[in-house]
């Protein structure tokens, strides 16, 4: 079955920096749009960033752009995500997603907890 595994997560100080992986498994990797979501506690799901099958196409936040950037490596069935600058707002679980078709999400990581002290 199709699995995605997050990882990179933790506790940072603002200003600081992470990078997220997802390892993807039970799918053919290089066929899949993939994204980053996040979800803070009390707020919606909202979409971070995306990044197209060959990576000639990519979506970042526009309130993010500039901070975040997001990678995939197909021959490592992977996909990234760097934070920089990070601040107290960042804080959220971040889900790893694959779609087939551009803009939609066929199947979900678990999520990796991302917190970013004052």
């Known amino acids: 079955q199709v699995q995605l595994v997050e990882s990179g997560g933790g506790l940072v100080q603002a200003g600081g920096s992470l990078r997220l992986s997802c390892a993807a498994s039970?799918?053919?990797?290089?066929?899949?749009?993939t994204g980053w979501y996040r979800q803070a506690p009390g707020k919606q799901r909202e979409l971070v960033a995306r990044i197209s099958t060959s990576s000639k196409s990519m979506y970042v936040d526009s309130l993010l752009k500039g901070r975040f950037t997001i990678s995939r490596e197909n021959a490592k069935n992977t996909v990234y995500l760097q934070m920089n600058s990070l601040k107290p707002e960042d804080t959220a679980v971040y889900y790893c997603t694959v779609g087939r078709v551009w803009g939609n999400v066929d199947y979900w990581g678990q999520g990796t907890q991302v917190t970013v002290s004052s």
């Open positions: 039970g799918l053919t990797f290089g066929s899949y749009a």
